[in-house]
């Protein structure tokens, strides 16, 4: 009982596999999704205060560290699924949530629940720090379908990905979105250039949608 419950929870983040179901060169699990976005918003704050936004870096940091935590009691239901129907996707939510609410109400002292609460929410909002978790997030996706095509995977699901996640990028109005279109983008097009699937013509396709 206790926070011991919720830090031994974690291991189980470790286990769980994103896009199940699907051959992949290179396995990655819910645990080190969450780290790498981490990584990513901190870049992505860093470039909108160099543009003159301010930053609440404490709400970042816990968003973007427990964003996927609920996952922990439905697992990471494949996109194409989870994103068939707003409808599918509010349910989904909804259950994820509640078995957080569930969780936190168990285990977590008193004192501690209301912060619990704050942390491990749904941190994707219209906030600064809301679209920056949504741009990391997407950012994520667009690096794991690109190492896979790189080495020549043949699920046409990587596609979808890395197509889906850039056009979803491109919506959102931040500097930092301006900045990686514009000066990261075309570095990943170019190491890209070898690969057995066309990623500058994905790449454009997506741009122009």
Not at 176 to 195: M, R, T, W
Request: with cysteine.
């Amino acid at each position: 009982m206790g926070i011991h419950t919720y830090f031994q929870s974690l291991n189980d983040l470790e286990r769980i596999i994103r896009c199940p179901g699907k051959f992949k060169f290179q396995e990655h699990s819910v645990s080190a999704h969450s780290w790498k976005v981490v990584q990513y918003a901190k870049t992505l704050a860093d470039i909108e205060e160099r543009n003159g936004v301010v930053v609440d870096w404490k709400k970042l940091y816990e968003i973007t560290s427990s964003h996927d935590y609920g996952e922990i009691f439905i697992g990471d239901i494949k996109t194409p699924v989870k994103h068939y129907s707003l409808e599918l996707r509010a349910m989904l939510q909804k259950v994820e949530e509640g078995m957080v609410a569930h969780f936190i109400d168990e285990h977590i002292p008193e004192e501690f629940k209301q912060i619990f609460r704050r942390q491990l929410r749904e941190g994707k909002d219209d906030s600064v720090e809301g679209l920056i978790l949504e741009v990391a997030d997407k950012l994520d996706q667009i690096y794991e379908a690109f190492t896979e095509l790189q080495r020549g995977n043949t699920e046409k699901e990587f596609i979808v990905m890395y197509r889906n996640a850039l056009i979803k990028i491109k919506e959102i109005k931040l500097h930092c979105v301006h900045y990686f279109l514009q000066n990261i983008l075309p570095d990943l097009v170019s190491e890209g250039a070898k690969c057995p699937f066309d990623i500058e013509k994905i790449t454009n396709e997506a741009l122009a949608s």
